[in-house]
């Protein structure tokens, strides 16, 4: 098991940046590939972005690109989402993923294809 637990949610104005973290304990991320998914309400959860385990390759949804940056420390066993100029229809609870891989730029886009959750973190955009 790797445990992921999700933080720095809240909520901000449109226009706001937000960081979020996603850590582990007593266990290395350093050999998996990381994902962020959302879930706004009534919404299917949906891809947000993916990095690579090495961190070299990433991936956005086409509705976050140019805003969102994920990015992977190795040493620190985290992952993060820099989220900004943030939209109201950003608001969700933000998951992060993790699937095990050696492959270099494997950056996994699909729900499926992670073996590991994190419970969520509230991020909400309203002015």
């Known amino acids: 098991q790797v445990p992921l637990v999700e933080s720095g949610g809240g909520l901000v104005q449109p226009g706001d940046s937000l960081r979020l973290s996603c850590a582990t304990s007593?266990?290395?991320?350093?050999?998996?590939?990381m994902g962020w998914f959302r879930q706004a309400p009534g919404k299917e959860r949906e891809f947000v972005a993916a990095?690579?385990?090495?961190?070299?390759?990433?991936i956005y949804a086409d509705s976050v690109k140019a805003r969102f940056t994920i990015s992977k420390d190795n040493a620190k066993n985290t992952v993060y989402l820099q989220m900004n100029s943030l939209k109201p229809e950003d608001t969700a609870v933000y998951y992060c993923a993790a699937k095990y891989s050696a492959i270099l730029h494997y950056t996994p886009r699909e729900q499926s294809e992670y073996n590991y959750w994190g419970q969520g973190t509230q991020v909400t955009v309203s002015s």
């Open positions: 007593g266990r290395t991320l350093r050999q998996y590939a």
């Open positions: 990095v690579s385990w090495t961190g070299s390759s990433t």
